[in-house]
Every structure is written in C-alpha cells, then in structure tokens.
C-alpha cells in the first residue's frame, strides 16, 4: 500500500472569507508550479482555493515512490487526500482512477504537460466570471452554501392555491 509522506497545510493568519466563496481544485505537480504528472503515478498534489477574484495555496502532499503499474491500492490514498475537492488537473489518467473521482464528486481535468498553475487558475477564474461549465456548474452548486435568505424571498412572493 502507497502512503502519503508529507502533508503541508498553509495557515493564513487572517479570517478565511476566501473559503466561503472558494472551490478548492488540485494540480498534480513535483514542481509546484506546472502540472507535470500522470494522476497515478503522482509525486505530490497542490491544493488551491479559487475563486472569482483571487487564490491562494491551501496544501501540499508528496507521495513515496509510485509505479504506473495499474495498481489500484495507490489510488485510494490519493482520492482520499482529494476529498472537498471539485476537480484535479493532470496531464493524464486512466479510466479506473476518473470513475473513482467521479464517484466522489472530483472531476478530473486533463492538461497539456507542463501547462503553468497559474495560468490554469486564472483560466478557472475567468470561467467562474463568464459562465462556468457544465461540471463547474454542478461544483459550483454542490460546495456553495446556500443563501439562508431564499426561504424569505419566497415567502414575500405569497402563496396561491
């Protein structure tokens, strides 16, 4: 069995307001700066808070040494490690490991190698102000909270039998 050997979490001295309104998507990199790794045979995870106006790194996690070797053990770990989070970009990934994410509500994202984080979280914003897709959307509407004045809003419109 694969494990985890470091973990880091970010700590941010001021309020969180960041994660209220944030989705929080992971990048397999060993570099920390470009999405490098197959999602498998992964060294290490970055894990963002994104939303429509800024980002900030939440965590780093490093993994022992791992084989693209179908073995499905690693997977769990990794998934694992994902968990709250509503996609992972890899420049690759096989079928077993997208219907397991899938299956926890993490959508994977295929990235040409080398493709800089930065770049991708700004393309994420940009489509969070535009528009999102169809499996940002359904992100969107999973880890959004929901707005505690909407019940007040429909009870002013009245009800007619």
Known sequence: MMSLTRHLHV??????PLMDTALKVAFATSDMTTVNQHFGS????????????E???LEAAQFGVLEQDGNEDKLSVKIDLLAGCAAVYCQAI???????????????????????????????????????SSWLAKAIKK???????????????????
Request: hydrophobic letters at 35%.
């Open 11 to 16: 700590i941010h001295s001021e309020e969180q």
């Open 42 to 53: 992964a060294k290490s995870f970055a894990v963002y808070a994104v939303n429509r106006d």
């Open 55 to 57: 980002s900030q790194l």
């Open 94 to 132: 096989g079928a077993s490991a997208i219907n397991q994410l899938i299956a926890k509500g993490i959508q994977p994202v295929k990235v040409h190698e080398g493709s800089k984080i930065t770049d991708l979280v700004t393309d994420l914003q940009n489509e969070l102000i535009a528009g999102p």
């Open 143 to 161: 880890y959004q909270n929901p707005d505690p004045a909407r019940f007040s809003a429909m009870e002013e419109e009245g009800w007619e039998e």
